[in-house]
């Protein structure tokens, strides 16, 4: 007789099903089961496949880098076509619309584009003016003559090396006869510079006068460049404020220092080898320019002109007369001297002197202008820059690697280096020169950074290859090999009597699939052969593992005695 006991429990909710109760019990059932079991293998070795090839593709595909942007459709298509006939990978971004090609193949593209003259986004230069129509006002004339300048200076200025790109942008006002104060012409530079390069101080003047030239009444001062990073290469007054002066007063001191520091390596270069001793120079340079002119004049100079005349007395003298002929050239008779008799106490009178030679009677006054040519030497000096005022040369030798380096030999090179730099004591010239080790400097020559190497990308991709061709055998290769021979071997294994019924239902045992009847001792008698006496036994010991070690127990204590 046996009593049913049921019980009851309140209802709390919605009951949920048993699949939703334990997702990971649930998956695990699913993987349990011997179909998916048998396809595991398989699965995990496409994936390891997929994986593989996905790795191979993202590893073997070139960087991109981006031909032209912002390009017009009819453009685009022509260099498209282009690229593709010269077989040259290119493709375009459909969120930007850019042109990009392999990095490898950039410079062989921009080539190939610019020998067929492609992008022809727009006429350049005065093949604007040709596409000019009749009966245009003046206003779009000359903004078309403007437009036209542009792309000209413009295509001018990309002909330095340094410049990729450049937009030219010219303020040229009206010129009126009715405005007293002309404005005068100004130009903006954009200049798109190579990848690495600089404009020179140089180079910036150059385009600086290309621009100013090529506008009737533009000043050098009204141009502005201006590079793709925003930065301003004009600087009015110069780059530090001291003027064209300026610069070309810090050139001459550079140049100075630089010709002593050449002066300096080529003379320690053979002595003591290179990367052995470091040296730097500061040279005060005179860089006043004077100019002086001098005028000297000697103290007796020569008789060049003299005008004059005097008066005197001739109340004796006779008055010519007679018929011309013989008697007047007769000579006439001897002239009778007077003198004067100056009158007494009269003011201005002169006195005679003693010892002076007596006065010409016949000579009342005279007056005289005399010219005299005095010694006259004009001096010129005009002192040019670039004298050196004071110079200051230091010198660190490397210590090496035996030892310390001796006061003489420190001295010895103290000379050399005086004798290089023209050592000048009355400049208060000051050389100075001392031996130490140097911290690091070789092994910061000699060894590069392991992350610059070029052959690491190589060795990276090389072994993902490897570690993904391994990963493919270990975990996809290996198993369904596993389980293909496993298959041969229950395959080719022999099945006498019921022992493959015996086998088969420990195998579906151990799957979980079925339980195989127990085994007893009478099937242990009756098991014919060796193979299925074996199966027969084992079957047994899994059934009954207590009885079987009782047996063993047994066996052994009667091998014992």
Avoid: C
Avoid at 235 to 243: A, F, I, S, T, Y
Avoid at 439 to 451: L, N
């Amino acid at each position: 007789m046996s009593t049913a006991l049921t019980t009851t429990t309140p209802a709390t909710g919605p009951a949920v099903p048993e699949r939703f109760a334990n997702p990971l019990r649930q998956i695990k059932g699913v993987m349990a089961q011997p179909a998916v079991r048998r396809s595991a293998p398989m699965a995990m070795l496409v994936g390891l496949v997929g994986a593989a090839g996905l790795a191979y593709a993202s590893l073997s595909t070139p960087t991109q880098k981006t031909l032209f942007t912002n390009l017009a459709d009819a453009d685009k298509a022509a260099v498209m076509a282009s690229l593709q006939q010269a077989n040259i990978g290119a493709h375009v971004d459909d969120a930007t619309g850019a042109v990009t090609v392999d990095e490898d193949a950039y410079s062989r593209a921009r080539m190939l584009l610019a020998s067929q003259d492609l992008p022809k986004a727009a006429p350049g230069g005065y093949a604007i003016l040709d596409q000019l129509p009749m009966g245009v006002s003046r206003a779009v004339e000359g903004e078309r003559l403007r437009q036209a300048r542009e792309s000209e200076l413009a295509r001018s200025i990309q002909e330095i090396d340094s410049v990729a790109e450049a937009r030219v942008h010219l303020a040229m006002p009206e010129a009126t006869v009715f405005v007293r104060d002309h404005a005068e012409p100004s130009a903006s530079v954009v200049v798109k510079l190579n990848a690495g390069r600089s404009l020179s101080d140089a180079q910036v003047s150059s385009i600086v006068n290309l621009v100013a030239s090529s506008v009737p009444g533009m000043k050098p001062d009204a141009v502005t460049i201006v590079d793709q990073a925003g930065a301003l290469l004009t600087r009015p007054g110069g780059r530090d404020g001291l003027g064209k002066a300026g610069d070309e007063r810090l050139d001459v001191q550079n140049r100075v220092e630089d010709k002593v520091r050449q002066q300096l390596t080529q003379l320690l270069t053979p002595l003591l080898g290179a990367g052995n001793f470091s040296a730097e120079v500061q040279a005060d340079v005179n860089l006043d320019e004077t100019q002086a002119t001098r005028e000297s004049y000697e103290k007796q100079g020569a008789l060049r002109a003299e005008t004059g005349q005097w008066t005197g007395n001739q109340g004796g003298a006779a008055a010519p007369g007679g018929i011309p002929g013989a008697l007047s050239n007769t000579p006439p008779p001897a002239s009778t001297l007077q003198v004067p008799t100056p009158a007494v106490g009269a003011s201005g009178s002169p006195q005679p002197q003693a010892g002076a030679a007596p006065p010409d009677p016949a000579k009342q006054s005279d007056s005289y202008q005399r010219a005299y040519d005095l010694g006259r030497e004009v001096s010129v000096t005009r002192g040019a820059p670039g004298s050196i005022k004071r110079l200051s040369v230091a010198v660190l030798l490397r210590d090496p690697a035996t030892g310390k380096r001796t006061a003489m030999e420190v001295n010895q090179i103290t000379d050399l280096v005086k004798s290089a730099v023209g050592f000048d004591a009355s400049r208060q010239d000051q050389v100075t020169v001392i031996s130490r080790k140097f911290a690091g400097a070789t092994d910061a020559a000699d060894t590069s950074k392991w992350y610059d190497n070029a052959w690491l990308p190589v060795l990276a991709r090389n072994a993902t290859a490897i570690v993904i061709a391994l990963l493919v055998l270990l975990l996809g290769v290996r198993p369904l090999a596993k389980a293909l021979m496993k298959k041969k071997e229950e395959a080719e294994a022999p099945a006498p009597g019921n022992a493959p019924a015996l086998g088969a239902a420990g195998a579906g045992g151990a799957d979980g699939i079925a339980v195989s009847p127990p085994v007893s001792l009478d099937q242990l008698e009756t098991a014919r052969g060796y193979d299925e006496r074996i199966s027969a036994v084992r079957g047994f010991t899994r059934d009954n593992p207590a009885r079987a070690a009782l047996a063993v127990r047994d066996m052994i204590r009667t091998d014992g005695q």
